[in-house]
């Protein structure tokens, strides 16, 4: 599978269109696959397609080892990115897409799936440590830094202590947790939107850190 992912990189870069400059990357974190779609680790995924929808864009233009898309908030042009890396290596695409513009990670949002966050509840920081997520244990490796605002959405914690990890954020939503969700993911979609309009996170923790 990884070896198809790579192939499509490798003849397809070229056809995206890399005209104008975008003053922001936001990049929702997951993992490619449909055997991977509806899990906790794709919460980055979903909030990516709700405001991609919500922006009228696509994110499916293959570069930065991503799937990318051009969208524009109150006039600021965004690069919308979905790594295909795979959780654990998502720096590689957000360091390779914020050196190519030239983007400061002050100015890439990052929005993953948090545990320690019931379901229904997203939290929104300026900074802050990896807090155990792999994905941003990679990029806060490769961009040697951690001042960058993320978005993150709670998926719940282990029903038990001795559930292994793994399985957990790999496993998928129930029809309940759905729907319980989806309040979290357009609240997610509005904070992204707010940290953009104000040119940083101070009024969007104050909206959404319900």
Wanted: hydrophobic share 40%; charged share 25%.
């Amino acid at each position: 599978m990884f070896n198809n992912i790579r192939y499509l990189f490798e003849n397809h870069e070229k056809k995206i269109n890399t005209g104008g400059q975008p003053e922001y990357i936001i990049a929702g974190l997951g993992n490619p696959g449909r055997e991977y779609q509806d899990t906790r680790h794709n919460s980055g995924f979903m909030v990516l397609d709700r405001l991609s929808q919500k922006l009228n864009t696509t994110v499916t233009q293959l570069k930065f080892k991503s799937l990318c898309g051009d969208a524009v908030i109150a006039g600021k042009r965004v690069l919308l990115i979905k790594p295909q890396t795979f959780m654990n290596v998502s720096g590689e695409a957000i360091k390779e897409a914020a050196a190519f513009y030239k983007i400061p990670l002050l100015k890439v949002i990052v929005i993953y799936d948090d545990i320690s966050l019931p379901i229904g509840k997203i939290r929104v920081r300026p900074k802050g440590s990896d807090g155990g997520h792999n994905g941003m244990k990679s990029i806060i490796y490769l961009t040697a830094t951690d001042v960058f605002p993320r978005v993150k959405v709670g998926v719940g914690q282990k029903p038990r202590p001795e559930y292994d990890l793994a399985a957990w954020v790999l496993s998928k939503f129930t029809k309940i947790e759905t729907e319980q969700l989806s309040p979290a993911l357009d609240a997610a979609v509005l904070a992204v939107e707010e940290i953009v309009i104000q040119g940083g996170t101070y009024e969007a923790m104050n909206k959404y850190n319900n």
